[in-house]
């Protein structure tokens, strides 16, 4: 295992190869020589190589630090690793490429950080609600726009926090990125093109709703309110794995001394829903949700059709865990119960636990024939201990940042 020294030893050597790069040699060029050793592109290799010598020396110096994987690093740099300038031995790059070759086996041989977070953020909550600062900073409406224009920037601006298929990705880095001017180039590009098309698509029409993504919305959710530290995760298709769930979920609503944001991700063989449960200082619990839906949505907007308003949206604790539990019985009632308490898009447990079936054809109800098997029907329970509320203002601050610079 590969001590902090050793990190750190690296991370000078990182730097030191990076600044010693070699300017690019223009006369051989003029006579049709190779360019693939490009200074710019090789410092740009070195600063990625040093952000990750760093990430790996803060796990193992900072005592909060909860979860670390240093072998999934190693796949990182083996894709560094990978690029012609490297794969083509280039002399002007041996040095950087020792060094990364010497971090990979740093961190081939260091063993994951696994441990409860202790730190709590608890006290910092006092008199505030991590939905509330969400909802009110997204809510503000210089440009006097329709109130569902409103709610639809909001739900791009969510969305565009996170991926929803991989949770422990950020989507942004405010705190490596601090001085990059182009606000765009803390997002993935993938992720701009889809704020991108909403902005030109959507925001036309009063139908916030239309933009709504269940699964993103909770995904980016756990990026702006979550403490990053640490990601708990568990439950997949089937009792077992859901069983593993229920107890992750039951044992961070009981946890008087930390509040956290839980993220449940119900689905089948059809895509299901999410909704999540965000504990509050006061022992209470916020539902909160997204959902496809023309009208509107859960999270955004505060009265639409027959749902509920989101101020009241409030449970106990103790009402939360009864319905958690309701939803992991055996008994497709009592599961239809619990999520009738947790969430609101839909009335019936077999719209979150489909088989794949045309659900679109006139007419059609979904029934029981309609639920997927038992081994199919997945929960998965994804939380962060809640940031503190400066850290969540200052992550939607640059968000909306981000989104004011996508051009349509």
């Known amino acids: 295992m590969a001590t902090l020294r050793e990190f750190q030893a690296c991370l000078i050597e990182l730097r030191a190869s990076k600044d010693a790069l070699p300017p690019e040699t223009s006369k051989i060029l003029c006579f049709g020589g190779s360019k693939i050793y490009n200074r710019i592109a090789a410092r740009a290799l070195g600063q990625s190589l040093i952000d990750i010598c760093a990430d790996c020396a803060d796990a193992l110096e900072d005592p909060d630090t909860t979860l670390f994987n240093f072998k999934a690093k190693v796949t990182e740099i083996d894709a560094l690793l990978n690029i012609q300038m490297i794969t083509a031995n280039k002399a002007q790059v041996q040095r950087l490429k020792t ?38 900073e997204l809510s503000k409406n210089p440009e006097r726009l329709h109130s569902k224009k409103v709610a639809g920037r909001a739900q791009l601006i969510i ?18 990125r601090a001085n990059i001017e182009n ?16 902005k030109a ?28 530290h640490r990601t708990y995760q568990a439950g997949g298709k089937g009792p077992v794995l859901r069983e593993q769930a229920r107890v992750l979920a039951q044992q961070l609503l009981a946890d008087a001394n930390k509040l956290y944001l839980l993220h449940f991700k119900c689905t089948a063989q059809m895509d299901g829903h999410s909704f999540m449960l965000c504990m509050n200082h006061s022992g209470s619990v916020t539902r909160a949700e997204s959902w496809a839906n023309r009208t509107g949505n859960g999270l955004f907007l505060d009265l639409q059709a027959d749902k509920r308003r989101r101020n009241t949206a409030e449970l106990t604790n103790q009402a939360a865990r009864d319905a958690v539990e309701d939803i992991f019985s055996a008994d497709a009632d009592r599961r239809t119960r619990g999520y009738m308490v947790l969430a609101q898009a839909y009335d019936n447990s077999v719209l979150y636990e489909q088989k794949r079936h045309d659900e679109h054809a006139e007419d059609h109800e979904c029934d029981d024939d309609c639920r997927a098997d038992d081994a199919e029907i997945s929960i998965i329970v994804r939380a962060r201990q809640l940031t503190k509320p400066k850290t969540v203002r200052s992550r939607l601050e640059v968000l909306r940042g981000v989104y004011n610079a996508i051009s349509v």
């Open 183 to 198: 606000p765009l180039e803390r997002v993935p590009e993938q992720s701009r093109d889809i704020v991108g098309m909403g």
């Open 99 to 136: 060094a990364a070759i010497a971090l990979q086996n740093h961190c081939r041989t260091t063993g994951t950080i696994d441990k409860l977070d202790q730190l709590s953020t608890k006290a910092d909550w006092a008199g505030e609600r991590a939905i509330d600062i969400v909802v009110d």
């Open 159 to 176: 969305n565009n926090a996170g991926d929803s298929a991989h949770v422990g990705d950020e989507g942004w880095n405010s705190s490596k």
């Open 201 to 228: 698509t959507s925001l036309d029409r009063n139908e916030a709703g239309f933009l709504a993504v269940c699964h993103g919305t909770a995904a980016g959710m756990l990026n702006i309110v979550g403490r990053k």
